[in-house]
T-cell receptor
Framework: DAKTTQPPSMDCAEGRAANLPCNHSTISGNEYVYWYRQIHSQGPQYIIHGLKNNETNEMASLIITEDRKSSTLILPHATLRDTAVYYCIVRVATQGGGSQGNLIFGKGTKLSVKP | DTAVSQTPKYLVTQMGNDKSIKCEQNLGHDTMYWYKQDSKKFLKIMFSYNNKELIINETVPNRFSPKSPDKAHLNLHINSLELGDSAVYFC???????????FGSGTQLSVL
């Protein structure tokens, strides 16, 4: 699986958009970009994933560059409860392969949302 | 109505003891996992089970033995506990064909 690079920490004002970048310059054509977050003392939580098109759900938007070498997770209106470590993970999504559970978590970005 | 529940939340024990952590999911998933988060906060997969069959076993000492009595449960037994086993252990589940994992809230194991 391709490696990812994320800034170790970021701050964001409450109510503003939080834009979390991720570099994955060695990504392969069949590798997806996943985002999870881990709020303090909790288990990781799935946020969103995508292959090449931009994706949006109730939690966030995922913008993937045309060359797919980087992506940005956008939390449109950050709240204090969004303070967490955000992990960008790149891996192949297999249909029934089972190894999708072998997510390789890096150090992530510690996002601090401030009032 | 917790989706993935682990017990206990905290476990403090002496070196050499044997302990178990239980995990249950009520999401109807057919695949379950154990992850370990060390003191440096790195999360790493230990095991995965699909329909009670072991699928992934990532270089884990054989003192760790997962047991899946049914698709909704995956328990972790640890024999002869060592200081280095101190960590937070997370259970997770998913559908076999779905990349979205649901994690439990973790069990903090402290070996003294």
């Amino acid at each position: 699986d391709a490696k990812t690079t994320q800034p170790p920490s970021m701050d964001c004002a409450e109510g503003r958009a939080a834009n979390l970048p991720c570099n994955h310059s060695t990504i392969s054509g069949n590798e997806y970009v996943y985002w999870y977050r881990q709020i303090h003392s909790q288990g990781p939580q799935y946020i969103i994933h995508g292959l090449k098109n931009n994706e949006t759900n109730e939690m966030a938007s995922l913008i993937i560059t045309e060359d797919r070498k980087s992506s940005t997770l956008i939390l449109p209106h950050a709240t204090l409860r969004d303070t967490a470590v955000y992990y960008c993970i790149v891996r192949v999504a297999t249909q029934g392969g089972g190894s999708q559970g072998n997510l390789i978590f890096g150090k992530g970005t510690k996002l601090s949302v401030k009032p | 109505d917790t989706a993935v529940s682990q017990t206990p939340k905290y476990l403090v024990t002496q070196m050499g003891n044997d302990k178990s952590i239980k995990c249950e999911q009520n999401l109807g998933h057919d695949t379950m996992y154990w992850y370990k988060q060390d003191s440096k906060k790195f999360l790493k997969i230990m095991f995965s089970y699909n329909n009670k069959e072991l699928i992934i076993n990532e270089t884990v000492p054989n003192r760790f033995s997962p047991k899946s009595p049914d698709k909704a449960h995956l328990n972790l037994h640890i024999n002869s506990l060592e200081l280095g086993d101190s960590a937070v252990y997370f259970c997770a589940s998913s559908q076999w064909t779905n990349e979205k994992l649901f994690f439990g809230s973790g069990t903090q194991l402290s070996v003294l």
